[in-house]
């Protein structure tokens, strides 16, 4: 991590109350590693144990964000009515015995590609939750003024577990078999819930809000909708995260078939992103400091879109190469953008919103990432993964398009908005 991160981690770990946040982090951390070994690990199990192809890892990747369509727009109103941290720690209870699952059917002769896709749904519709009263619960016990500097440690901590958890996860399946490398994210999810499980319980506040459910879904969205900053960051995302479901539905099939890689191999070309990404983690700060958080959405698409361009290029060892520095420099471009939208949604909605808020955007973001696996799968049973990746990077252009066509373009950081244009937006109006 850079000085500047670190000079920023260590003034806000002399503040008092910073345990409660590292018990956050340590789970946080714990259940992440656990997940980027599955990222690596199911689709293997589809493609080496039950000989899928693309439209069936288009299927499996969609499979892994269908939750977000179902459950994106409920989650927020139903973690409203809940505890934040009973939430959590039965969400990874219930990810730890689903997981189970797959290396038991495996290893009795019954397990199925739908079975991995009925997984893979059951452990989105838990992530979906636990995201939901996960990022509602941090505001409760870091101070305003450490949210920027605490999600760049928590999205540098991501990073590192794609770094190192897929590289594991390729390890793991070379000796273990791929079903059995599910069986180190399954003791991830129980270590996170045992440590969530040791910190103070929060809740919303209640607000003078709508009672009914239905109405605090429709507030909370159209709070986002009608917002000026949210909503255009918002469809930012959806672009961005169509790629990367794209991406999720084809790098495993287009490494395996079109480049000839081995388990270990594939590990690691995948864990490169986790670089990339702990990289501009750790530079976020500074860079909102130097450029502001409204110029990093605004440039991010464009940089993402020469990155995109890279990982279909080549062949042999030379795609190996390509695949992986393409891969590390658009994680780069995806982590800032990520850190700035999500810290304005903390600081700038009212408190009684907030699960509403980032259910909302996540509904409609993480929508994208499953339509965008399915539309990619489909594609390239005809035309080629290949052909699919590259187009793709085409794609990214609409973001920053996006972005110049809204009130963001004229801001320098994101919460330089008049407050007047944020009133209008709230859904009471």
Not at 186 to 204: C, D
């Amino acid at each position: 991590m850079s000085t500047l991160a670190t000079e920023d981690t260590a003034r806000d770990d002399a503040a008092p109350g910073a345990r409660p946040f590292w018990l956050y982090w340590a789970a946080t951390a714990t259940s992440n590693l656990g997940s980027a070994v599955t990222v690596v690990a199911m689709p293997l199990v589809a493609v080496t144990v039950l000989d899928a192809g693309p439209v069936q890892t288009g299927v499996l990747a969609a499979a892994s964000y269908a939750a977000w369509i179902v459950l994106g727009l409920p989650a927020g109103a139903i973690v409203h009515r809940l505890p934040l941290r009973a939430v959590q720690v039965a969400c990874d209870v219930v990810r730890a015995v689903v997981l189970l699952s797959v290396p038991v059917a495996a290893w009795t002769g019954h397990l199925t590609l739908w079975h991995l896709v009925v997984v893979a749904l059951l452990l989105n519709a838990a992530e979906v939750l636990f995201f939901t009263a996960n990022t509602t619960f941090l505001p409760a016990v870091v101070p305003r003024d450490q949210l920027t500097s605490r999600n760049s440690l928590i999205s540098g901590t991501h990073a590192v577990s794609q770094l190192g958890g897929p590289s594991l996860g390729g390890v793991l399946v070379q000796a273990a078999g791929a079903a059995g490398a599910l069986l180190a994210d399954a003791v991830s999810y129980v270590a996170s819930a045992v440590l969530l499980s040791r910190l103070p319980e929060r809740r919303q506040p209640a607000g003078d809000g709508p009672a009914s459910m239905r109405a605090q879904i429709a507030a909370g969205l159209r709070f986002v909708m009608r917002h000026p900053v949210m909503a255009p960051a918002t469809w930012w995302a959806v672009v961005t995260n169509a790629v990367c479901g794209a991406q999720l539905a084809l790098f495993t099939v287009y490494l395996v078939r079109e480049l000839d890689t081995p388990p270990v191999m594939v590990g690691i070309l995948l864990a490169v992103e986790g670089a990339g990404a702990l990289a501009a983690a750790a530079i976020t700060p500074w860079l909102v400091r130097r450029f502001g958080s409204a110029r990093i959405i605004l440039y991010d698409g464009v940089a993402g879109f020469l990155a995109a361009l890279l990982i279909p290029a080549g062949t042999g060892h030379l795609g190996w190469a390509c695949f992986a520095l393409g891969n590390l420099l658009f994680a780069a471009t995806v982590v800032p953008g990520s850190v700035v939208t999500r810290t304005y949604r903390q600081v700038a909605s009212p408190p009684e919103m907030l699960s509403r808020v980032m259910a909302t955007v996540r509904f409609v973001s993480w929508g994208a990432i499953p339509l965008g696996g399915l539309a990619a799968g489909a594609v390239a049973e005809a035309a080629g993964t290949r052909t699919v990746l590259l187009a793709s990077a085409f794609v990214l252009l609409l973001a920053p398009a996006i972005v110049w066509f809204s009130p963001v373009r004229h801001l320098r950081d994101l919460e330089d908005l008049p407050t007047r244009a944020v009133v209008e937006a709230r859904p009471d109006r």
